[in-house]
């Protein structure tokens, strides 16, 4: 009787441990699925709520909504505009439409900063944001993974009597807020790390390692 009693004993460990083992394997799996729809959803629902307004008559009065249709909206007016400022019929307006933009104080400012910033993302052939490096903040002894966004120019550049560097030091878990820091180009290290894999790491606090390269 002591026997059976032990025995059920020793089973029980094992088998609530495969029950939780499961469950967290099940989380793994289903997680990032559900996560990944949740924001595909939900991006397809903001653009669609943006565009709705603007739809014909006859959508509106449908008895269901038609998902992506405000994706595909604008995609097409995006690449209309597009194609309309490689002429120079279209070029002349944008350019009517710039200079009224500067005679606006505040406006100018924003419009001037936010053009520069997407000329850049949208350039070929820039190199920005295409390095991670690592350097020593916020002390020395400690390490940060951190994105060079483009060589310093202009006034810091030629303030500091070595090459400097722009780059962006995100925070974890969330890498879109940061500190931009200039940093003298020999108190980096260069990364082999692509973009991405520096993001998943920051993203995961360091759980999610970029596997070695060859």
Request: aromatic letters at 12%.
């Amino acid at each position: 009787m002591t026997k059976n009693k032990d025995k059920n004993v020793n089973l029980k460990p094992g088998f609530f441990s495969k029950i939780r083992t499961y469950f967290l394997t099940g989380i793994v799996v289903a997680a990032p699925i559900t996560v990944t729809g949740w924001v595909a959803i939900w991006f397809v629902q903001a653009v669609d709520g943006w565009f709705s307004p603007f739809a014909p008559k006859s959508y509106n009065d449908l008895p269901f909504n038609i998902p992506g249709l405000g994706i595909v909206s604008a995609f097409i007016i995006l690449t209309i505009l597009g194609a309309l400022t490689t002429n120079f019929f279209g070029r002349t307006i944008i350019g009517y439409g710039e200079r009224l933009v500067d005679r606006l104080p505040i406006i100018r400012n924003i419009y001037g900063t936010l053009k520069q910033i997407f000329q850049t993302i949208a350039s070929k052939s820039s190199n920005n944001f295409q390095r991670v490096v690592m350097l020593e903040y916020p002390k020395e002894g400690c390490w940060a993974i951190a994105f060079v966004t483009t060589e310093a120019k202009g006034e810091i550049a030629k303030k500091h009597e070595n090459e400097m560097l722009c780059v962006f030091l995100p925070t974890t878990p969330n890498p879109t807020s940061g500190f931009l820091l200039f940093v003298p180009k020999d108190k980096v290290i260069e990364l082999d790390m692509t973009v991405e894999s520096a993001a998943k790491l920051i993203i995961s606090a360091g759980l999610v390692m970029p596997e070695k390269k060859d």
